[in-house]
């Protein structure tokens, strides 16, 4: 894993219990597409740098907007507390805003 990598997922695991605030959207899967609330302001329960891949489900979301830039930036998974309830998400470090 990069050094880059580690430092981020490093810093999100120190972070949490803690707030976050998303810059984007959240593209929610399963047929309900971008929720439309950019800033949200969420508790970050875990960081890993592969989990969200084997826990996520049909309705697992991601942060970013999808661009080409996006599959070439270094992400985490995040288990974040959304609407009451934990899910795992892929975050990009220029998605989130730690609090």
């Known amino acids: ?3 880059a990598t580690l430092n981020y997922l490093q810093r999100l695991q120190a972070h949490k219990g803690g707030l976050i ?3 984007t959207e959240l ?3 399963g047929g309900r597409g971008w929720d439309g609330t950019p800033g949200r302001i969420c ?3 875990d960081a890993d740098a592969t989990t969200a891949t084997s ?3 049909s309705d697992a979301v991601y942060a970013a907007k999808t661009t080409a ?3 070439v930036q270094i992400r985490a998974a995040a288990l974040l507390l ?3 309830s934990p899910q795992w ?3 990009t470090e220029a998605d989130v805003e730690l609090l």
């Open 89 to 91: 998400i892929w975050i």
């Open 27 to 29: 593209f929610w899967y």
């Open 21 to 23: 605030q998303l810059k």
């Open 55 to 57: 826990a996520a489900t």
């Open 82 to 84: 959304i609407d009451g």
């Open 43 to 45: 508790l970050l329960l």
């Open 69 to 71: 830039a996006v599959a």
């Open 1 to 3: 894993m990069k050094a």
